[in-house]
Each structure stands twice: as structure tokens, then as C-alpha cells.
């Protein structure tokens, strides 16, 4: 950040009083800006034990494979975030249903958050977001395709959930500045 968007003046990067961060500062006007990391909502939208999966028709990640995702906006909560996701990007109605997974992309500032999701019937199609959308076994996922390091986590342990007929909540950690390994 440059200026101010309060009242346009260069802002400087110190720590307020009483904080313990850099933040960017207005010395004219005071406002303090907070950069706070973004939410990515989405779900996993399950038929007759297929999997609903979009190839992104946009970057990053062109190409690829994901489950419905994106921003989530001001004024929506994150199941309704997740919904609509699904009918933009895969022209489907689903019925979201419990949390899945919380996946902290720290070099992306962003913490995406899945849901498991019923497709109850198998009517989708491709939204303006995707290239493709299909219905897929679990055996036929994609998984070398698959666009990003958060789906990946999710839909493995949506798989393992379903198997051994549980509903967990599973958390892990993302940072390619450090190079970690997603954790179970």
C-alpha cells in the first residue's frame, strides 16, 4: 500500500501503539490499514459416490482440476459462500453439509475452508470459471492434475472420511516459503 484510502496521503509502515505488528499508517488522518489474509470457501459435492470436479477455465492454475472455490464476499457466510461457488463455477445446486477442512495458505496470505456438500441430483454444468466439469469416481481422480496443494489435502481426507464412515475436521498448514509438508 502507497496511500492512504481514507484521504489519499502516503502512508508509512511502523507498529501502531499498542500493537505489535508493522502496519501501513496514515501520519495525516491516523487510519491504520490492516491487511488481513483472505477466505477461499468451496466444497466437496458428492452424487451417488462421485466426486463433482471443475478444470479451471481461469489462473492461476489454468487447466487444472479443483472442487467448486473461490472468495468468499462481505455479507455471506461461509456456507453460502461455498453454494454459490458451485453455481457459478458448476451451474449446480448443492446442500452444504459439514466443515471438511481448514487449510492455513500462509504465502498466499489466504485460509481456505471446504465443506462436504450432496449434489442431489446430477444436474451441473460448466460455468464461465471452468473448462469442464464432470462427475468422478474416487479412482478416477486427477490427482497429478489436481490445481492446488489445499484441494489435494481436502479431497484425501474427504476420501478417508468416507471410508471409514466418519465426519472429521482436519486442519493443516501450507507456507511454500518455508517448504513444509501439508500435515494429516
Known amino acids: 500500500m502507497k496511500f ?3 484521504c489519499a496521503a502516503p502512508l508509512q509502515l511502523r507498529v501502531p501503539e499498542g500493537d505489535q505488528r508493522p502496519r501501513y499508517v496514515c501520519p495525516a488522518c491516523g487510519t491504520i490499514h490492516y491487511q488481513n489474509p483472505k477466505l477461499v470457501v468451496g466444497c466437496v459435492p458428492e452424487h451417488g459416490g462421485r466426486i463433482l470436479l471443475c478444470r479451471r ?3 492461476p492454475r489454468r487447466g487444472y482440476w479443483t472442487v467448486p472455490a473461490g472468495f468468499m464476499e462481505n455479507g455471506e457466510t461461509l ?4 453454494a454459490r461457488e458451485s453455481q457459478e463455477e458448476a451451474l449446480a445446486e448443492v446442500r452444504i453439509g459439514s466443515l471438511l477442512s481448514v ?10 475452508v471446504f465443506f462436504r456438500a450432496e449434489l442431489p441430483q446430477a444436474s451441473f ?6 473448462l469442464e466439469v464432470e462427475l468422478v469416481e474416487a479412482a478416477d481422480i486427477p490427482w497429478a ?6 484441494t489435494d489435502f481436502t479431497l484425501r481426507r474427504y476420501l478417508e472420511d468416507r471410508a471409514a464412515g466418519r465426519e472429521e475436521h482436519h486442519f493443516t498448514t501450507i507456507d511454500r516459503r518455508l517448504a513444509r509438508a501439508p500435515q494429516g
Open 4 to 6: 492512504c484510502s481514507q
Open 57 to 59: 477455465a481461469i489462473e
Open 79 to 82: 456456507q453460502e459462500c461455498a
Open 103 to 112: 487449510v492455513h495458505v500462509l504465502h498466499a496470505e489466504q485460509v481456505h
Open 125 to 130: 454444468g460448466i460455468g464461465p470459471e471452468s
Open 145 to 150: 492434475d489436481i490445481a492446488f496443494p489445499s
